[in-house]
């Protein structure tokens, strides 16, 4: 067995190829035992990285492809040993971000325990133009940072300025108006703000957190520039990325447009699967959807497939279905539609919007 160990110290190919040796049909008892109990013992990181292994041994294995005489890979489901294995993985802490709405965590099934978004998951959040996807997105990476993850936001559309007025908001309850430049402005506000965000994320204690952001529309134009950016984010320790918007990693033509969303939804499926991060991809309406106020938005707003067919779940902004609150100017109500979902249940979620400190919250059943 020291040959196994010696291979999960280098781990991207150690984990394919014991990931080859589990699903191959030539091991004896002894030597799947072995493999098994030492595969029981590894930390979390490890298990994950070695059973998406698997998963994409698997997926990427066809009659003829194989190379024992093009006979595909099988998994006795019925062996010990691989029951073993797939009891240690289920077994293992669920590494999920809880969202700000119960619905939404509970529809996170699989990898994602009920609990929020998991690791490894590409999620596509579609909206109009400010329609509140920025904003959702910020509640969302406030919950991840809450859970001690580390957040990479890559705006492509607001400054630096505009989203830490925002961000503040949100963390701490103190209303917007008071963070963003102009007269409302107030110096004491800042302070209660910033130490309500100290106090919630346990800034100052063992804990380490690095936020990372970076706004330069120019730079990222591309994916290649947008992978770049979001692994120098990595590298200083982010696991949760936001991307906002996935349209303006773009230039051209709209057939120029449709395939620069494919491509940079592409890029980022393959960066979450190559770093095993969760990703929130925003995403503009097509002109069709964009125009039409009276409709639901469908999976298919998002450009045709380009994003929504290669996701872990689609959420959709219901402009169709928006209202301002009668007796509060500053709250309004919508549905997020839960659209499309490879872990569990679809549906749709009413949400509450605080215009005043930019939170959201689960609306009641009425």
Same mark, same amino acid.
């Given at each position: 067995?020291? $040959?196994?160990?010696?291979?999960?110290?280098?781990?991207?190919?150690?984990?394919?190829?014991?990931?080859?040796?589990? &699903?191959? +049909?030539?091991?004896?008892?002894?030597?799947?035992?072995?493999?098994?109990?030492?595969?029981?013992?590894?930390?979390?990181? $490890?298990?994950?990285?070695?059973?998406?292994?698997?998963?994409?041994?698997?997926?990427?294995?066809?009659?003829?492809?194989?190379?024992?005489?093009?006979?595909?890979?099988?998994?006795?489901?019925?062996?010990?040993?691989?029951?073993? &294995?797939?009891?240690?993985?289920?077994?293992? =802490?669920?590494?999920?971000? =809880?969202?700000?709405?119960?619905?939404?965590?509970?529809? #996170?099934?699989?990898?994602?325990?009920?609990?929020?978004?998991?690791?490894?998951?590409?999620?596509?959040?579609?909206?109009?133009?400010?329609?509140?996807?920025?904003?959702?997105?910020?509640?969302?990476?406030?919950?991840?940072?809450?859970?001690?993850?580390?957040?990479?936001?890559?705006?492509?559309?607001?400054?630096?300025?505009?989203?830490?007025?925002?961000?503040?908001?949100? #963390?701490?309850?103190? =209303?917007?108006?008071?963070?963003?430049?102009?007269?409302?402005?107030?110096?004491? &506000?800042?302070?209660?703000? @910033?130490?309500?965000?100290?106090?919630?994320?346990?800034?100052?204690?063992?804990?380490?957190?690095?936020?990372?952001?970076?706004?330069?529309?120019?730079?990222?134009?591309?994916?290649?520039?947008?992978?770049? #950016?979001?692994? +120098?984010?990595?590298?200083?320790? #982010? *696991?949760?990325?936001?991307?906002?918007?996935?349209?303006?990693?773009?230039?051209?033509?709209?057939?120029?447009?449709?395939?620069?969303?494919?491509?940079?939804?592409?890029?980022?499926?393959?960066?979450?699967?190559?770093?095993?991060?969760?990703?929130?991809?925003?995403?503009?309406?097509?002109?069709? $959807?964009?125009?039409?106020? +009276?409709?639901?938005?469908?999976?298919?707003?998002?450009?045709?497939?380009?994003?929504?067919?290669?996701?872990?779940?689609?959420?959709?902004?219901?402009?169709? *279905?928006?209202?301002?609150?009668?007796?509060?100017?500053?709250? &309004?109500?919508? @549905?997020?539609?839960?659209?499309?979902? *490879?872990?569990?249940?679809?549906?749709?979620? =009413?949400?509450?919007?605080?215009?005043? $400190?930019? *939170?959201?919250?689960?609306?009641?059943?009425?």
């Amino acid at each position: 067995m020291s $040959t196994a160990k010696e291979l999960l110290t280098e781990r991207r190919n150690g984990t394919d190829r014991i990931a080859r040796m589990l &699903a191959g +049909t030539k091991l004896n008892s002894d030597t799947r035992d072995s493999l098994a109990k030492l595969i029981y013992g590894l930390d979390p990181e $490890t298990k994950a990285a070695l059973a998406d292994a698997i998963a994409s041994r698997r997926a990427a294995s066809t009659p003829g492809s194989h190379e024992d005489g093009g006979k595909a890979p099988l998994v006795d489901l019925a062996d010990e040993a691989f029951l073993e &294995a797939f009891r240690a993985r289920q077994l293992a =802490p669920i590494e999920a971000v =809880p969202t700000p709405l119960p619905t939404w965590n509970r529809c #996170c099934k699989d990898d994602g325990g009920k609990v929020g978004i998991a690791r490894g998951w590409f999620i596509a959040i579609g909206g109009n133009t400010k329609s509140g996807k920025s904003l959702l997105a910020l509640n969302v990476a406030d919950y991840a940072i809450a859970a001690g993850l580390a957040v990479g936001f890559v705006s492509l559309e607001m400054s630096v300025e505009q989203l830490t007025a925002r961000f503040l908001a949100i #963390c701490s309850g103190v =209303p917007v108006a008071q963070l963003e430049k102009g007269v409302e402005f107030s110096s004491a &506000a800042l302070d209660r703000a @910033w130490g309500f965000l100290r106090e919630r994320y346990d800034i100052g204690t063992e804990r380490e957190l690095r936020q990372t952001m970076l706004v330069n529309r120019n730079v990222l134009a591309n994916p290649e520039a947008v992978w770049k #950016c979001m692994k +120098t984010q990595y590298d200083e320790g #982010c *696991r949760f990325f936001v991307v906002d918007y996935l349209q303006l990693v773009s230039a051209g033509t709209e057939d120029d447009l449709y395939k620069q969303v494919f491509a940079i939804a592409n890029a980022l499926r393959l960066f979450k699967d190559e770093y095993q991060v969760s990703i929130l991809g925003l995403s503009q309406y097509n002109r069709a $959807t964009s125009a039409d106020y +009276t409709k639901s938005p469908v999976p298919q707003s998002l450009h045709g497939g380009s994003i929504e067919n290669g996701v872990d779940q689609v959420l959709l902004l219901d402009h169709s *279905r928006y209202a301002k609150d009668d007796m509060n100017p500053h709250l &309004a109500r919508t @549905w997020l539609r839960l659209a499309a979902n *490879r872990h569990g249940d679809a549906g749709d979620i =009413p949400v509450l919007w605080s215009y005043d $400190t930019l *939170r959201i919250r689960e609306g009641m059943p009425d």
